[in-house]
DNA sequence: ATGTCATCCTGCAGGC
DNA sequence: TGCCTGCAGGATGACA
């Protein structure tokens, strides 16, 4: 599943290709990936043809193209979001180098593109991903955006989300604060897009692992350093998977498969139910917690703070 | 305000 | 062999 680092991995595959191209031509394969304009797929192809991709941002799991008359403008007039969802992935097609094959059965909306001359298809098999055309506001802290851009505006739809493990501008002591609030279980709020943005179930658990915390310890029961330490975890299972995930994939096929290859084998938690936790050797556990299928270790992550009423022993 | 739950959808794994 | 059921997952909106 696409989380923050693969995402960014196509944020940056993206950019290098279309940054700058025009968009000539829109074809919306199937109308409900496109969302929430009244006139449908045919309002979405209108608001963006003829304009031009300026410029390629992201915030935690949402990546959008600032959409400017002009490429590299600094007034953009809209933004064109997506949500990869599940399974969302694009793939460009150079025509000059391998052609432009038919649309794959999972495509669902395809965009010619010119200067350069490219297709971009966006792919999405479980279709709880879609692309989205939208006013930019401006972000509520007045700082930049997100990942690539240094305008402080965000899609209308991205506004209530918070600034990603991985943003310069994310206020470590607010994000660690507002982790602790509430009677949630700290996975379900680490998963709660509003408060940190960017995690999803995997690096949750992996996340979880590495702070040594219990998926199910109540927010307001970390300790401010382990929430501190739980968002450090957070922001390091990230860059390493973000490391691996910028190795493994080539400029024409931005790749976005969460589950195969690269990063499945730095895995500690997620998945590995009843394999040794590599730290102690006890068999992990599964359980689905909030609906949601959770892998951790009972024996280094304690479901209340590990401090010891008996340093001695 | 806060938290929980069903919902969207498709492909695959498992059971019989 | 083939059908059927259930599950997986992110975000949202309805509801308690």
Not at 161 to 181: E, V
Request: glycine share 10%.
């Amino acid at each position: 599943m696409p989380e923050l680092p693969e995402v960014e991995t196509v944020r940056r595959g993206l950019s290098t290709l279309v940054t700058g191209a025009r968009i000539d031509a829109v074809e919306v394969r199937r109308d409900s990936c496109v969302r929430l304009l009244p006139g449908g797929a045919a309002e979405f192809a209108a608001e963006l043809t003829g304009l031009r991709l300026s410029r390629l941002a992201r915030r935690g799991k949402f990546l959008w193209a600032e959409v400017a008359p002009r490429a590299g403008d600094d007034a953009p007039v809209l933004a064109l979001s997506a949500h990869l969802g599940m399974s969302g992935q694009f793939r460009v097609h150079d025509a000059a180098v391998a052609g432009v094959p038919d649309p794959h059965p999972h495509c669902r909306a395809r965009l010619g593109l010119g200067d350069p001359d490219l297709t971009l298809d966006f792919l999405d098999q479980r279709t709880f991903g879609y692309l989205h055309v939208e006013p930019l506001v401006p972000t509520p802290d007045g700082g930049p955006g997100g990942e690539g851009t240094p305008l402080p505006l965000v899609p209308a739809s991205v506004a209530h989300i918070g600034r990603d493990a991985l943003d310069p501008a994310l206020d470590l002591a607010a994000a660690s604060r507002a982790l602790r609030r509430g009677t949630r279980g700290i996975k379900q709020v680490l998963l709660d897009q509003t408060v940190v943005s960017g995690i999803g179930n995997i690096y949750a658990d992996e996340a979880l692992w590495r702070a040594r915390v219990h998926p199910e310890r109540p927010a307001h029961a970390l300790t401010a350093s382990s929430a501190r330490a739980l968002l450090v975890a957070t922001q390091d299972v990230m860059r390493d998977a973000l490391d691996q995930g910028g190795t493994s994939f080539d400029a024409l096929y931005v790749n976005v498969n969460g589950e195969s290859g690269y990063f499945s084998r730095a895995l500690e938690a997620y998945g590995r139910a009843g394999e040794p936790c590599s730290r102690c050797g006890a068999p992990l556990t599964r359980a689905s917690i909030g609906g949601r299928s959770t892998h951790w270790c009972a024996r280094c992550q304690r479901r209340w703070s590990a401090r010891r009423a008996n340093p001695g022993s």
